[in-house]
């Protein structure tokens, strides 16, 4: 399995988490989009032609969607599908649902984080705003979820592709100017995706504190106060 | 959206204006077309032509005010008033041997000012940079040497230690890196390590800050280095990588300007590099990014 | 910020959401705020800025009974802020002086509230509620200063545009009460309590005073937040 990707892309990211969720191991290509734009060039546009990232190529086939990958890599193993269940269309319809919210928090966080960070072009005001209107619509349901004791996006009890789809531009949004001050339930959502077994960090993104009280290192205080 | 930053009517200080600044790495310029770009809440228009001529005007075309330019590790450097001296000197640039790769250029919603700091920064390795640059147990901070130079000009920290699990792309165990701070200018800093006991080989990161406003900057990242091992893309990869693990902190400060009152935030023996330059900045009058008082703040 | 409000108790975020292991953000009066809860279940309000190079709190880890700073590691006790390890000295006990900013606050009719004010023993938050059957509604913010919010609350409290007979009547200059219309007894009600956050937003939190039963009980939080939207989207435009 190979995964052209980039570190600080946050759609990479995504397929980066389901991987490291489901433990697969694969053959990193770092494609670098910022400063090269070597997804513009030439031996990239031959792998997509849509010039994006990222791009998994595995037993003979390629994908070239963040989305359709993560779908795959949910049912290539029957032990995986709970990433995506099939069992039920009124699910089926949900994660769809959720899947497509993800893509207007692409292009509305995303967007936003591209132009601060990368200097992308985007009318980064209409994009600031678009985020803030879908961050109101994804907290309201993230608070009802946990009102009736789900944790994820699409009720259950497991994550879906639709949370690891969301989590990127979320956990990113401050990159773009957007911040989460006004969003309780979805910051709350963000600790508790933190702490599925599995999750993998990027530059830009914390732990969640550990629940227990673990031990953490601390040298005994000294006799002399400081200073 | 509007950066609402409280800038004080009086204007842009002289000793800010005057300074040389970067505008983007030259090799990354499309030719014959102009540019814009935006420093100090100024708009500037930058052009490299066909022939390899580099121009730059302040305004959003070519025909305001013609503005200096230099060339630079690599960098357009440019100024909105009268510099008194030339870009600073990176002695080691032109070594033979050395591979002086641009790494990026980031924006970041942070001021000048913290950008500066935090590159300065040796406490939060183990933490931001965890497993890379440090690694608790070995968070211990020995007392180092900070000095400013005689004629004002710069700042210099030696004597710096950190472990490091991955002190430099490729290292396969951890190092006690020693470190070397120079700041030459205030809102640039350079930083010398010495990423291996193997051999003498010393890494030379430059962070050059381009001030869009007061809390908004690029960062333009260079690296001269001495590996002769890895690939450019690689080296690239590890100095974006360590940089975005410090974005989040520095877009979460508490202001984002800079606080030059040394009351206003307690530090520690660690902080001495950041203690001398917030002295430094107010010695030479530079206001932009910074505080100067506590009552100034929201 | 106005000083109207700056020594008053706030309700600012539901109890149930401070959770534990997490670091709640809240903006009060213009002033952010880090909420955590520590192994004892005791709730923190402190300033949302590590004293030490001004880091968000909320960025940070919660250790037990302490919270630890994201940037260098910083620790602070529970209760008093107090910073007690800095990795860069281990073996040295950081002076007094290095400590967070702690502000009062409290937990009682399902809030977390908090006051501003520096100096000490002003009266702690009483409504006209029991303590059992309080039901904390979805919070609302608001881009709109507070005064704004009162005001619409008011006039609707005067007009009495619930459509019957109840009247609705302001307990205190912050707390509007209003009759619900669960089907119940005449007595419910719903405590409408705006919060100031900045100078241009406000948060409207709510307590309802009612007998839901469990199946009912969702549905009823739908409605008080619909509730709540429309007198966002009225007093936004």
Known sequence: ?227 | MSNSHNVVSVGLEEVTRNLWYPLGDIAGLPAGHDLQRTLLDTTITIRLDKDGELSAWEGTNSYGRGLPIRQQFGYLWTSLGTPTREVFDIPEFNHPGRRNIHAGSIGVHTSAPRAVENFLDLGHFAFVHRDYLGVEPFTEIKPYRVRVADDNTEIVATQCYAYQPVAALGATEGYEAEYLYRVPHPYCALLYKSVSADDARIDIIGLFLQPITEERVVAHMQLSTLDSLHSDAAIREFQQFIFSQDKPILENQVPKRLPLDIRTEISARADATSTAYRRWLLSHGVRYGTIQSELAQE | MSNEFCGSWFPVIRAEEVAYGHVARVQLNGQELAIWRDDEGHINAWENRCPHRGVRFSLGHTLGNELRCQYHGWRFASRTGQCTYIPAQPGHKPAQVVKAVTYACLERYRYVWVSLNRTPAIPEPTLPLGNDGLIAVRSLQINAPMTHVITYLRTLAKTNTWGNDRPISVIECQVIEIPLDTGASAADRLLLLPQPASKACSVIHGIADSTVEDGARLPFLRRQNELFKRFKSDIEQ
Not at chain 1, 51 to 66: I, K, N, R, S, W
Not at chain 1, 154 to 167: K, Q
């Open chain 1, 1 to 227: 399995m190979k995964l052209y990707d980039y570190g600080l892309s946050a759609n990479c990211y995504a397929v980066r988490l389901m991987l490291g969720f489901l433990g697969i191991s694969y053959e990193r290509i770092p494609i670098e989009l910022y400063p090269a734009l070597e997804h513009l060039k030439p031996d990239f546009l031959k792998i997509n032609p849509f010039g994006e990232l990222p791009v998994l190529h595995d037993d003979g086939e390629a994908f070239l969607d963040t989305h359709a990958i993560l779908l795959y890599l949910a049912l290539r193993d029957s032990r995986t599908t709970s990433w995506y269940p099939t069992e039920h269309a009124a699910t089926i319809g949900q994660v769809s649902m959720w899947l497509a919210f993800a893509s207007r928090l692409d292009s509305s966080l995303g967007a936003a984080r591209l132009h601060d960070a990368f200097f992308c072009d985007a009318d980064v005001d209409k994009c600031r705003l678009d985020a803030h209107r879908y961050l109101g619509i994804l907290d309201e349901h993230l608070w009802f979820e946990e009102q009736g004791s789900n944790d994820w996006l699409c009720g259950g009890s497991n994550p879906t592709v639709a949370d690891i789809a969301c989590f990127p531009h979320v956990v990113l949004s401050e990159e773009g100017g957007v911040s989460l001050l006004y969003y309780p339930a979805i910051r709350r959502w963000t600790d508790r995706f933190k702490r599925i077994p599995g999750f993998t960090l990027m530059a830009g993104v914390f732990d969640a504190a550990p629940l227990k009280s673990a031990e953490t290192y601390r040298e005994p205080s000294g006799a002399t106060d400081d200073r």
